[in-house]
Nanobody, 121 residues
Framework: QVQLVESGGGLVQPGGSLRLSCIASGSIFSINAMGWYRQAPGRERELVARTTSLGSTNYADSVKGRFTISRDGSRNTAALQMTSLKPEDTAVYYC???????????????WGQGTQVTVSS
């Protein structure tokens, strides 16, 4: 089994910054990609940022220039640095990882439990 644990959410004023962290653990053979998604009330879950083991990175248009995703492959961690936060960034943020399990050697998608980010004055 693979577990993802996020941390770093909270309440921040517009224009402020937050850093989210995600740690993957368990029966990990390799991680193909890690990313962050978010879901606001009444809306579908959407991709925020994603990075692959080959080094490619993509961002939602709404966060380009404000958010930066990083990953430490040796530690199976990923982070999302969020700056210039806006009220519309308010959502539950989920860490996602595409993991090859060393027991089954199958690749699957895994999700964290989510962390709340609220941007409000």
């Amino acid at each position: 089994q693979v577990q993802l644990v996020e941390s770093g959410g909270g309440l921040v004023q517009p224009g402020g910054s937050l850093r989210l962290s995600c740690i993957a653990s368990g029966s990990i053979f390799s991680i193909n990609a890690m990313g962050w998604y978010r879901q606001a009330p009444g809306r579908e879950r959407e991709l925020v940022a994603r990075t692959t083991s080959l080094g490619s990175t993509n961002y939602a248009d709404s966060v380009k220039g404000r958010f930066t995703i990083s990953r430490d492959g040796s530690r199976n961690t990923a982070a999302l640095q969020m700056t210039s936060l806006k009220p519309e960034d308010t959502a539950v943020y989920y860490c996602n990882a595409q993991v090859r399990d060393y027991i089954s050697l199958r690749t699957g998608d895994y999700w964290g439990q989510g962390t709340q980010v609220t941007v409000s004055s």
